[in-house]
């Protein structure tokens, strides 16, 4: 480092700031320091750091579902953006539900000497982990679900709590007849399915199970078929609780086709909620804040805490936009 | 290899599918190989192969701006797709448009050995990278825009043919009076600008600038606080041509609030288009081509071809929705 400074002919304390991206330091001070670490080699310092024992790599690896959904993309920007403030770079991996993938790539990014590793966890069994992780010991962070067999820090949302203040304002409008579309058996809708029921009994109205819709797939196109079989039944419901953003999706899509207007309230919010035809009322959580508590309970790990796992549960809360209003007389003019 | 394969009880060819992430394995044999690996410790090999002389890291990094932006997210899923099946990992950072900030994340990821960089540069000069790489010579594709003052590979949409097909569909809807969004300065959006005005210009329409707003920032609400003056002006435009995703979400929060309707298109699709209480019609473009055919020139570098900088030029396509329509007396009822 001090090779650095001489060449760049600055302090050490500014190839520190340079390094670490942590201070002002102006630009062409910058790209002259920079260069004089590339001409010296400085750079090798890193990995060579990470072979020293009881060292790492200044890096951590996240392991995520597709990054065009948005739910992903926040909590890695979050992630990022953490990692980076204390000089680590993440090594970003996607598994999308697929336990076999999954497993390879913890194995691989763990072979890669990662730090630390965020994972948001299918709904498998992880007591693989024991074994994968024996040796190594890295530090875990479970986000958006607690992986079974397997016990590490873990940060969730309030589903249950979001679910049934959800239902419960579907309720306050009137509606009585609410239908639930639940995405296939992950830990978060299982969760939010729980607040429904509740809402329900604690309302007095019992639960028709044929209103409760588990579908094969969590797409939109799953949700839309759903919804289309829904408000073309027998006895359809006036209202629909959508437990995630690509499910919402259906439900409009349905509704738009059909030209019907269904009550209606989102789990998560999104981008042009608020422009659609009736604006969406939703059950917002902020995934940012999932991505950087994740972030920051890891590099406390990192750091040495030792303590038992940590279990934190974010606060959601409800926006009202209009769509979960009771349009009297709906049901019954469509028979 | 051997010892991992003794362990595991399987065959080399086994360890190998698992490592490598090709061919089918059975979930209980790749825990039962991940496990073997973990004990006996062949994942050092990952970092150790990256100090031989003439090697590297199986890693290359990817430096872009905001993941909440999709177009960012759908680049950087496809990267990471292309990437984990050649073997390779990807190390991720965002600069977003702050040239300090994108010169040190560049400097850092160089610093930890990637095999090559997929960058989408900001719009500053690029040439110190002339200097910062000179040691390594680590392989670089820009994407979405050409970096100034250094050549290498880079792919881009047909940002002007794109722009001069959009505007060309307002003309044919009828309208004269065509306003532009720009956001500021971006090479992307600078394209666009030529497309609309050799569009305008072939169809004998002469340009006025006052239709022409370069905004401050690209953000929705620079878009719609522009929309909402061009709309209150003295000659408002029928129609408005909407440069990226986000200025379009302000045209249509300002016609929203202002209860007027503008004809428009925007460049670049967005999840809800088709939803929209006008479903708007869009420059399309597919952004995880983009990332898949950078992904493969960089491969390409790594893999050793050394021929000039390629430069390719991805096609775009318009998406007729309705939201182009010219609503026959709609300018002088306002007047």
Redesign the interface.
């Known amino acids: 480092m001090r090779d650095v400074a001489e060449r760049a002919g600055v302090g050490l304390g500014t190839v520190s700031r340079?390094v670490n991206?942590s201070g002002a330091?102006r630009?062409e001070t910058?790209?002259r320091v920079?260069?004089a670490?590339?001409?010296i080699?400085?750079?090798?310092n890193?990995?060579?750091r990470?072979?020293r024992p009881g060292q790492h790599?200044h890096?951590f690896g996240?392991l995520l579902g597709?990054?065009?959904n948005?739910f992903y993309?926040?909590l890695?920007?979050a992630a990022?953006?953490v990692a980076?403030r204390e000089g680590y770079?993440?090594?970003?991996?996607?598994a999308d539900e697929d336990?076999?993938?999954e497993?390879?790539?913890i194995?691989?990014?763990?072979?890669?000497?990662v730090a630390g590793l965020i994972i948001v966890p299918d709904q498998g069994d992880h007591s693989?982990l024991e074994?994968?992780?024996?040796?190594?010991r890295v530090p875990l962070v479970f986000v958006d679900r607690p992986a079974t067999g397997t016990d590490a820090d873990v940060v969730l949302f309030d589903n249950e709590g979001g679910a049934r203040r959800a239902t419960q304002h579907l309720i306050e409008q009137g509606h009585r007849r609410i239908a639930i579309l639940v995405a296939p058996s992950y830990y978060t809708t299982g969760r939010r399915l729980r607040g429904y029921r509740r809402a329900l009994r604690e309302a007095g109205i019992p639960v028709d199970e044929r209103l409760v819709v588990t579908l094969n797939r969590g797409s939109a196109e799953d949700a839309a078929s759903a919804t289309r079989e829904l408000l073309t039944a027998a006895e359809p419901p006036t209202a629909v609780f959508a437990t995630t953003s690509f499910l919402t999706?259906g439900v409009?899509?349905a509704t738009?086709q059909l030209r019907e207007r269904v009550g209606l309230v989102g789990f998560d919010d999104?981008?042009?909620a608020d422009?659609?035809?009736t604006p969406v009322t939703v059950v917002a959580a902020d995934t940012?804040e999932l991505g950087r508590h994740a972030a920051r309970l890891l590099l406390d790990r990192i750091h040495g805490e030792s303590g038992p796992p940590r279990r934190t549960v974010l606060p959601v809360h409800l926006i009202v936009r209009g769509s979960g209003e009771n349009r009297q007389g709906r049901g019954t003019a469509r028979r």
Not at 89 to 94: D, I, K, M, N
Not at 131 to 136: F, R, V
């Open positions: 340079v991206g330091v630009e910058a790209t920079l260069a670490i590339e001409a080699g400085f750079q090798r890193e990995i060579a990470s072979l790599s890096t996240l597709d990054l065009t948005p993309a926040s890695a920007k990022v953006e980076g770079a993440v090594l970003l991996s996607t336990p076999q993938v497993r390879r790539a194995g691989n990014l763990i072979g890669r000497r693989y074994h994968l992780n024996a040796h190594d999706e409009l899509r738009q999104f981008r042009f422009l659609m035809p940012e």
